[in-house]
């Protein structure tokens, strides 16, 4: 079963602030239409904002899904990019990501297992965990694709491997027009607080 909220208008859930009180990042962003001197007043145009979605659940398997929705968002000419932070095996590393349909960039560490144990415990795999994160990061603040996914990433600051408060800033400070989709069986109740839609996947319901 799936459960999903979203947040449709007014302020953001649990604020208690007033409509004129809303940060811009939760604000509808309009622009003036093209310019008509002598004319009328330009009307004002919605512009697209990015949305901000979790899809967690007890179980590690939130993944396929969001992963077959990027595809297909890649398919039709957005700019993507998939980062899972836990996922080994494969020895890729920000050098040796995967390219798919031509605009997917799917990045995993350069470790040979998939990880489990914390951070102070992994060695060398923090490092390779890290560098994923400052990779995703700095595509994140740069507004470079349109589409971001971050897999495992609510699991990689619980085991150590990421800081929370340089996530918040970091999704805090992101581009307007991109969207972002987190998944993965943890996530901090901070970034849940922050998702303009929450998919929660159940089993025995």
Request: aromatic residues 4%; contains cysteine; neutral net charge.
């Amino acid at each position: 079963m799936t459960a999903s909220l979203a947040r449709t208008s007014g302020s953001p859930a649990g604020s208690g602030l007033p409509p004129a009180a809303i940060s811009p990042r939760h604000s509808p962003r309009l622009a003036p239409a093209a310019a008509n001197r002598g004319g009328p007043l330009p009307r004002l145009q919605a512009l697209p904002e990015g949305m901000l979605q979790v899809h967690t659940a007890p179980f590690r398997g939130s993944f396929g899904g969001v992963f077959s929705q990027a595809l297909r968002t890649a398919g039709l000419g957005s700019r993507v990019l998939v980062s899972q932070f836990l996922k080994g095996g494969v020895d890729q590393g920000v050098e040796a990501s995967l390219w798919l349909c031509g605009r997917l960039q799917w990045l995993r560490p350069a470790v040979a297992a998939c990880l489990e144990q914390p951070a102070w415990e992994a060695g060398e795999a923090a490092t390779a965990v890290a560098e994923v994160w400052n990779f995703s990061r700095e595509q994140l603040l740069s507004g470079a694709v349109d589409l971001m996914v971050l897999d495992e990433l609510g699991l990689a600051i619980e085991l150590g491997y990421v800081a929370l408060d340089e996530v918040v800033a970091s999704l805090e400070r992101r581009p307007a027009h991109l969207d972002v989709m987190l998944t993965g069986p943890s996530m901090p109740a901070v970034l849940m607080a922050m998702a303009d839609q929450v998919t929660q996947l159940r089993r025995g319901l």
